[in-house]
């Protein structure tokens, strides 16, 4: 692997350098061992870098330079939407009123931030047709479990009252295996052309993950749905518009399937974009949503985080969303923590990544509904501008109007001249693209999946399509070493990769 010429910062040390310094105190020194006992002691020093603040800030300037980010240009990275964050978003992130706050700082000296999160409460509410949320998940993943788990105390709670007695919010909800095993229902089904944390969510949350098949249009096979749909299920999940880019339909009928099965329908919302003050998920039937606000709503997705995943329930699930939760108190003129009676309890320390949902209602009080409407019709129009303009160089499987984001596919490419969708990847990042994602959704072969975003403007997406369409025709030259050969690392093996994780030359 080429690591180029930038060393580690282990690499830079020098023993007795450092980035810090500390004020002295009026305090004694206190040997170490009269604090921490001395069976908790290590018997040897850490290896820690020991460098200057000169060497540190070069280090991380350089590395940074070799970085491609949503600033520098287009990053078509589907079912990601890495689209262009304004900057006045971080401005506000940035106010010390906001930034500088504890969490744990007494609620009337907070009030201005607990009606910030209930402003947003309220909009995102009103944007998906829900009727309250918890901003406690740290991601999409983390909503989803969230999400799952009062699915679950839901269930439970239902049969406990059926059977007559009192519900239990927390107990039900986590750990365990009693919550869905009393309410017999031990399944969610979820189409096969989900993302991969759906799955995980299900099992994670207790349950069985159930496939069904997509018919050929992209969408859940109805007749499989019905046939999967009976009284051992407890949710439907789904993406609409669904990982192919490709809306359901169906979806009013699939709602009426899974609620009359006494299953709930969950909204995995982070495909929002495609959809803002469009249709409403609460409008087609779906009774649990979560949003990714790190893709949607100013905050980056991918590097690592902070990012947000907050969960919206209809009315019948509000009693079971995680607590605390931020709300107006009873007098009306006052903001404070609640926590729902039948809560499934906390899902991250404190209350979440907070300036990410400052992030978020900056973003919304900017556009207003309007411009959010602006911003998926655009995302829907650059997806759609893509696809037809690649419809010659490529094979697009599903050959309808899409939305926010559209898979082709590099088979032929592959066939005929050994081109990968890897391949294609790999020679965009010579163009100075970023890649799409490549081989998701499994159920398309070689396939790439680009999500353009509403920030690239129409000569973005003519050179990118100019970049595929050159790589497609072969104009770019094949020679002994794979692309890509003008980036810092070139091709990596990515399955050593992420086993071996140590460098060895
Ligand atoms: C459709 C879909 N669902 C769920 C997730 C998971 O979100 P996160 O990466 O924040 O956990 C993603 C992430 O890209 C996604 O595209």
Redesign the pocket.
Known sequence: MNRGSEPTLLELSVPGRQAWSLQRNELPDRPIESCIPPEHLADHRPRLPEVSERDLVGHFTRLSHRQYSVDLGSYPLG???MKYNPKFADEVAALRGLADVHPAAPEQAIQGWLALVCDLEKALCSLVGMAGATFQPA??????LTGLLMVRAFHAAGEARSRGGAAGGGAAGRGGGSGHASSGRTKVIIPDS??G??PASVTLAGYEAVTVPSDTRGCVDLAALREAIAGDVAAVML?NPN?LGLFEEDIAEIARLAHNRGALLYY?G??LNAILGMVRPGDMGFDVVHL?L??TFATP?GGGGP?S?PVLVSERLLDFLPGPRPALMGDGERYGWMVPERSIGRMHSWHGNALVVARALAYVLYNGSAGLRKVSNLAVLNANWIRKRLESSYQVPFDRPCMHEVVISAEKLKSDRGLSALDVAKRLLEEGFHAPTIYFPLIVREALMIEPTETESLQTLQALAEALERIASGTVERDAKPAPRTTPVGRVDEARAARRLEITG
């Open positions: 079912s990601c939407t991601a999409g993943a983390a909503g989803e989900a993302h944390t759906n993406t990982t995995d982070a495909n990714n790190h893709k997705h990012g995943g």
